[in-house]
């Protein structure tokens, strides 16, 4: 019987039609195969986490991105009044507890009361710190309080233990964060620094840090070290002047080992920087304030936690920079956090230069949205 050609067309159709189920379910099992195969190779680790931060960091305002970058303490009398006001209106993000904090009230009640504020005021978390080095810097001295120095601590054990109990301590006041250890190599009993570092070679300064650093995370609490790329034996007392160091570029790699070593083997959350100025790196700013030397971290040693800046109030800065020129250059050049212990005149200062910056174009939106991802990033570790 002869075919006619509508037939022979739906034979053709019918054909291609079960040739393209074939070729589309082999391409099908192919692919499932490959995904079950990355899937079923592929570390945990290295599976991509989950962005909370972006849909957070959207829906904030520029107000709220910079208050998140002011970590404050206020050294007089009524400094909690002060501190939540500014809290609630500037939208501060961290404050630090001085001695006046303290002084007639139990740290934890202290703590619970600016936590408190914060939460009514402001969804984002809130970070409380404190300089308790231990030695001559220690800002609690309750009778619990381990005050062990770091000149004390004889090996990495010790270390260890001192950072544990302490952080501990710390914790269950309602601490998260301390500015601590910390890291330069100090030699000379002339230097400003010289009762709150530790004692031998680098070697063993690099042992002793990490073991601090390990010792404040299994307790819970944010370590700093500090101060980025570091004193020297010669330094003067920066609190009150601006230190100079002649040290070049050569050289640079062997005088910042302890914070290399450190920062590649324990990357502690926070590093704070140190007003220093080097004018054979940089002839402009000193580190705290330099783009190459704030950068450096980020280049050269890989360093991907929060930056901050040592005290944007201490003489080093203060007799060389205005308020607003100093907090403007210390964003350019890499700061995620300014601290800032200082009168509620001079923070506000530096927060409205802050803003101005970014409403003019001095400062770019995305410079600040890389630190405030940062710090929401350090927060949520913490499950604040």
Avoid: W
């Avoid at 978390?125 to 030695?135: A, K, R, T, W």
């Avoid at 309080?145 to 109990?165: F, G, R, W």
């Avoid at 500015?179 to 000379?188: G, I, N, R």
């Avoid at 530096?350 to 003019?360: D, F, H, T």
Wanted: charged share 25%; proline share 4%.
């Amino acid at each position: 019987m002869k075919s006619t050609p509508s037939k022979i067309f739906l034979g053709l159709i019918i054909t291609a039609a079960i040739l393209c189920l074939i070729y589309f379910s082999r391409q099908t099992t192919v692919t499932e195969t490959k995904v079950m195969t990355q899937v079923a190779n592929a570390d945990s680790s290295e599976q991509t986490p989950i962005d909370t931060i972006s849909p957070k960091l959207q829906n904030m305002s520029l107000e709220e991105k910079i208050g998140q970058m002011f970590l404050i303490g206020i050294y007089v009398n009524d400094s909690n009044t002060q501190l939540e006001k500014l809290i609630t209106e500037e939208k501060i993000g961290s404050v630090m507890l001085m001695k006046p904090n303290i002084t007639k009230q139990k740290v934890s009640d202290v703590t619970k009361r600016l936590r408190t504020i914060a939460e009514t005021t402001n969804h984002i978390p809130f970070l409380i710190s404190v300089d308790q080095e231990g030695g001559i810097v220690a800002r609690i001295k309750d009778a619990d309080s381990d005050l062990t120095s770091q000149p004390e601590i004889k090996n990495a054990e010790q270390a260890y233990d001192v950072a544990l109990a302490r952080g501990r301590e710390l914790h269950e006041k309602g601490i998260d964060i301390n500015f601590a250890p910390v890291l330069e190599y100090v030699t000379s009993s002339s230097s400003f620094l010289y009762e709150r570092v530790f004692r031998g070679s680098k070697e063993n300064i690099i042992s002793l840090g990490e073991s601090m650093v390990r010792g404040y995370r299994d307790a819970g609490i944010i370590s700093t070290v500090k101060h980025f790329p570091g004193h020297d034996d010669t330094s003067v007392d920066s609190h009150k002047n601006l230190p100079v160091s002649n040290i070049d570029s050569r050289d640079l790699a062997e005088y910042t080992r302890t914070f290399r070593e450190v920062i590649k083997n324990e990357k502690p959350p926070m590093v704070m920087t140190a007003h220093v100025s080097f004018p054979k790196i940089d002839p402009t700013y000193p580190a705290t304030l330099s783009p190459i030397l704030v950068g450096m971290l980020r280049t050269d040693l890989d360093y991907t936690g929060v930056i901050i800046s040592d005290d944007m109030n201490m003489g080093a800065i203060t007799k060389s920079f205005g308020v607003e020129k100093a907090a403007i250059q210390a964003v350019l050049a890499g700061n995620d956090i300014l601290l800032y212990v200082a009168t509620t005149e001079t923070i506000k200062k530096a927060y409205r230069a802050l803003i101005s910056a970014v409403q003019n174009g001095q400062i770019s939106k995305e410079r600040i949205d890389e630190s405030v991802y940062r710090i929401l990033k350090l927060k949520e570790s913490k499950d604040l």
